[in-house]
């Protein structure tokens, strides 16, 4: 047998990968190119949030997770997945969801589950098994958990409480808010963890691929790599205030900027890795699968034809929440409103008395807002805000971060929700003096009155959906 008969294989295998690895090539682009404002967007929160800054590592890692398999995924021959079509079409839902509702999170994590549904449908279920963790890891790009920030602020000063009550420190709680004899300090965002919690969980999935095989060990591993952090976190931040009880709120404060920064992740990691090192079972150099068992007989090179349609279907399939939303969803936009006046209400007048402390509602990109003191004939003084939308799409969104009763631009700060009227969500806020506030904030989306944020997106969701009324107003 000659030399060129035995390169004839090769040759073919090779075509075949690189018309496979073209088409998935192009239709990536394309689908960056079409949601070219969600993945910019994506982009600008990794590197301007350091929340999210470890998202600009995920991208370099998943192409070295890729290249530690090329060897092993060359056994495999790609093909063409029906399976890898429903992933697109779910990304593509997810993606009208996010759209239609104002939720820029699903729209993000509908672009990533569309490239990984590209990479199913262009190579086949047998690559994407071989692939399955570098795929299932780009899920870390898409940028959420700052929705538990509250809760983690809640339980970080709760869990300070319980250790300076160990230290013997008197202190006393509201909300994030703590009062020591020499201080007052509040478990302010920054402080509630949430960076290194989420930085930690993808680390924690990474090492779990590359150095366990038992499940059980890789389950007790990322409970670690949740439990760690928070309880690190809470013990730094017991220490801050403990040092500025025993020593200097100064150096308290120049201790915590330190310990806060690389050198608290730091140590984080290397507790988390000396918990885990002991029980690590995976060989470094072990094989990521095995070839023979994902595609035990090599299927038959698929057709150019077929490549070509499901290419076509694919995109498709990713255009089909634009066609919906322009002839459909977007169809009932309010008529916009040049100024709204402030109302008269029957018991109370008008007031220009100064506040306390400055404090302005917040709706950027209202058609119309306007805000106005009042007081009652017992002198109670209320400041009542009213924001118009004609329509929420493009990012101008009633209810969401820094939309509402509390801007995080300013000095006030959240400390613990309260009793809320009928239909709205209530708070308060407290700023430096100490100065506090009371704040009930209430959402019509369509005329209807919703409660929380949830039930207005949910709202909006159903309206731009179904093309119904899309008017809104935040009081």
């Not at 007052?184 to 509630?192: L, N, S």
């Not at 499940?215 to 790599?225: C, E, G, N, T, V």
Request: glycine share 8%; aromatic share 10%.
């Amino acid at each position: 047998m000659s030399a060129e008969a035995v390169s004839l294989p090769r040759l073919a295998a090779l075509t075949t990968w690189q018309r496979h690895l073209g088409t998935l090539a192009t239709f990536a682009a394309l689908i960056l190119l079409l949601f070219a404002r969600d993945a910019i967007d994506m982009a600008r929160i990794w590197w301007d949030t350091s929340t999210f800054s470890h998202c600009l590592l995920i991208v370099p890692i998943i192409g070295w997770l890729v290249w530690q398999r090329r060897e092993l995924l060359a056994c495999l021959t790609p093909a063409t997945s029906r399976f890898g079509l429903v992933i697109i079409a779910s990304g593509a839902f997810a993606w009208l969801l996010g759209e239609a509702g104002g939720v820029a999170t699903f729209r993000h994590l509908g672009l990533v589950v569309m490239l990984q549904g590209a990479v199913v449908a262009t190579l086949g279920t047998a690559v994407a098994r071989g692939m399955i963790f570098p795929l299932a890891y780009a899920l870390f790009l898409v940028p959420v958990g700052e929705e538990i920030v509250p809760a983690l602020q809640t339980f970080t000063a709760e869990l300070c409480m319980v250790m300076l009550g160990w230290a013997g420190v008197p202190a006393h709680i509201e909300g994030v808010f703590i009062t020591t004899p020499h201080g007052y300090f509040e478990v302010a965002e920054a402080c509630a963890g949430v960076k290194f919690l989420i930085a930690m969980i993808a680390y924690g999935a990474l090492v779990c691929a590359l150095c366990f095989q038992s499940w059980w060990r890789k389950a007790a591993f990322m409970a670690a790599a949740v439990v760690v952090p928070i309880l690190a976190n809470g013990i730094r931040a017991w220490g801050t205030i403990y040092v500025a009880e025993t020593i200097d709120p100064g150096f308290a404060a120049s201790f915590d900027h330190i310990v806060y920064g690389w050198f608290f992740f730091a140590i984080v990691i290397a507790l988390l890795m000396a918990i885990g090192w002991p029980f690590f079972d995976r060989a470094p150099d072990a094989p990521a699968f095995d070839p023979a068992r994902l595609q035990p007989l090599p299927p038959h090179p698929v057709a150019p034809r077929r490549l070509a349609l499901t290419a076509i279907i694919a995109l498709t399939l990713a255009l089909a929440p634009f066609v919906w939303l322009q002839s459909i969803a977007a169809t009932a936009r309010g008529p916009a409103m040049e100024q709204i006046a402030a109302p008269e209400i029957s018991g109370w007048r008008p007031s220009a008395a100064r506040m306390s402390h400055p404090w302005r509602a917040v709706w950027p990109d209202a058609d119309s807002a306007v805000q106005a003191r009042y007081r009652d004939g017992n002198g109670r003084t209320v400041d009542l805000a009213i924001a118009y939308y004609s329509a929420q799409d493009g990012g101008r969104e009633l209810v969401g971060y820094g939309r509402g009763g509390l801007d995080p631009a300013s000095d006030w700060s959240w400390v613990r929700d309260i009793d809320a009227p009928a239909g709205a969500r209530a708070y308060r806020i407290t700023a430096p003096g100490p100065a506090h506030r009371d704040v009930a904030q209430f959402s019509l989306i369509g005329g209807d009155l919703v409660e929380g944020g949830a039930a207005a997106n949910l709202a909006t969701l159903r309206q731009r959906l179904l093309g119904g009324d899309q008017r809104a107003i935040g009081v």
